[in-house]
Each structure stands twice: as structure tokens, then as C-alpha cells.
């Protein structure tokens, strides 16, 4: 069970540091590069080297995850000689914690020298011409909590973090989705790799044919639970973003269908497509520089 301060907690700025402060006192990594695995997707902190792993429930002011799929760890360690740390498990609106909450963990990495953040998910396919086990980089989102006020960002601002109104129309980095593009086609992915735009709903349950009907109308391409409210709050801190969607279920649009979406799905596909998405993360990363002006 969780406590009640556990919900009434944020993520306030004294919070953010103390929590980073205890982390950076624990490892000699001093990471750069910030990993979010998704569901079923959380081989990509065991490439890391020398890692260090902190469980979420030692680590002051973090939340804890409940999702089967998500391991619940910290790991620091290098992916290609970058310095990272890599959430092996996040949080999510459905949990029951506050969505300023769940974006913790973004802001402490922000404090502790991130620099890039990379994340990864498992969506639905609303792209008719989506395949299970596709994978598309996100260049845009859709973010329907936030269109019924329920943001990250909500409440009064602290310039430390940043400005009150930040930008969303370039929210997830042009430089770092050419190279996703060009390190697939070196790795001859470019037969699955796809970009489109990811849509956010609260969960836990899959959507409705409806619902996934409109969202399609909207103009989404891939639909899932997480991963928005975290680009929001690494935007906001100045961080660069990139993500990806693994497809791991085609979304319900016909009523005459006998499919039904399930968890189960979500973590076998990642599970059969984890080592291609592994290799296309591990690649970029290797060819990230150290400072916030060049991407390769």
C-alpha cells in the first residue's frame, strides 16, 4: 500500500535535488544521457557497463512502480563509453499518483547533468499500415489529459526549472530523429522503422473502437499511456528529447472484430523485438557528443 504522503508529495525543486543529491553521493556515474524503458523494454539498462542499480523503493522521494513489465530500478553504468542511467520501470497516470508525481524522475536527472532523454513505450497501432512489432520514432504528440488541464507543468512555476510557457512545437528533437533515420538504414531497419504521432490516454484500460476511431480522425498514429507527461517536463527543464514506440498491438477499429488488447501482447512483442530497438538506441547513443549544441 502506499503511504499518504506519497500522493500529496510532487516534485518540488528542494525535493528534485535532494533526491539527485543522495544519488550522485551513491555512484561515481555522472550521466548524460537519461533512458525510460517501457513495457517489456527494459533489456536496454542491461547494456549497460559496470552498472550500478538503485531499487526505486530505496531512493528518497521516488515513487514506486506496479506494472508487471517494469522492474522498478535505477541502473547507472556507460552505453558506448556515454555515461547514462536508465529507468527500468516508469510511472504512470493510472497508478494513482499525482502526474507531477511521476515526472520526478525526469527532473532529478535533469539536476544530476542529463542531458538527452530517450524513451521508449509500448503503443497501440492506430496507422492502418502499422505492423505488430513496427517501431516508429514520434515527432509529435497528442496530449489529451492536458486538454482537460492535467499537465505536469500545472500550479505555480519555479524559474529554476523553467519558464512558465515553454514550447511544445519542437518537443521532440529533429537532429536526434534524422540519426534514429540514418542508423537504421546502416543497420537495414528501415523495413519496420516508422515516424508518426503518438497520442496519451490516462488508462488503465484500452480504448474503446470509438475512441480509437477518433484519435485516428485527430490524426494519431500510435496510442498509449505514458511518455508525454515526461517529455513535457524534460522540455520544460531544457532537456532534448527523443521516442520511440514499439507497436505491440494492432488498436481495435472494427466492430465486427474478435481482437482484444492486452498487457500480455504488449510484453511478448517487446520481448521479440527488444534486441532491434536495443541495437538502434545503443547506436545513437554512441554517437551523441557531450554538450547540449551538437546531436552527432
Not at 504522503?5 to 535535488?17: A, L, M
Not at 526549472?161 to 537532429?175: H, K, L, Q
Not at 545513437?284 to 554538450?291: D, K, N, P, S
Request: charged residues 20%; hydrophobic residues 40%; negative net charge.
Amino acid at each position: 500500500m502506499f503511504s499518504v504522503s506519497e500522493f500529496i508529495s510532487g516534485n518540488s525543486y528542494e525535493e528534485c535535488q535532494a533526491t539527485a543529491d543522495w544519488l550522485l553521493s551513491n555512484t561515481q556515474v555522472r550521466p548524460i544521457v537519461g533512458i525510460v524503458c517501457g513495457s517489456g523494454l527494459g533489456g536496454l539498462a542491461k547494456m549497460l557497463k559496470d552498472p550500478q542499480v538503485f531499487k526505486y523503493s530505496d531512493i528518497p522521494n521516488f515513487p514506486r512502480s506496479t506494472v508487471h513489465g517494469h522492474a522498478g530500478q535505477l541502473v547507472f553504468g556507460t552505453l558506448k563509453g556515454k555515461p547514462c542511467v536508465c529507468m527500468q520501470g516508469r510511472f504512470h497516470l493510472y497508478e494513482g499518483y499525482p502526474i507531477q508525481k511521476i515526472t520526478l524522475p525526469v527532473r532529478v536527472f535533469k539536476l544530476m547533468g542529463v542531458e538527452t532523454m530517450i524513451m521508449t513505450n509500448a503503443a497501440g497501432g492506430l496507422n492502418q499500415d502499422y505492423k505488430v512489432g513496427d517501431v516508429m520514432v514520434i515527432k509529435d504528440h497528442i496530449n489529451m489529459p492536458g486538454f482537460a488541464g492535467v499537465s505536469p507543468l500545472a500550479g505555480p512555476n519555479d524559474d529554476r526549472f523553467g519558464v512558465r510557457f515553454p514550447c511544445m512545437s519542437d518537443a521532440y528533437d529533429r537532429e536526434l530523429r534524422e540519426l534514429a533515420h540514418d542508423v537504421a538504414t546502416e543497420l537495414g531497419y528501415n523495413d519496420f522503422l516508422r515516424e508518426g504521432v503518438y497520442c496519451v490516454l490516462g488508462g488503465p484500460s484500452f480504448e474503446t473502437i470509438a475512441e480509437c476511431r477518433m484519435l485516428h480522425m485527430l490524426g494519431a498514429d500510435a496510442v498509449g499511456m505514458s511518455t508525454v507527461h515526461e517529455v513535457i517536463v524534460a522540455r520544460h527543464a531544457g532537456m532534448r528529447c527523443f521516442a520511440l514506440s514499439l507497436i505491440s498491438n494492432r488498436a481495435v477499429m472494427d466492430y465486427d472484430s474478435q481482437e482484444k488488447a492486452n498487457h500480455e501482447e504488449v510484453l511478448e512483442t517487446g520481448r521479440q523485438t527488444a534486441e532491434k530497438l536495443e541495437n538502434l538506441v545503443s547506436t545513437m547513443v554512441a554517437r551523441l557528443e557531450h554538450g547540449n549544441d551538437n546531436a552527432f
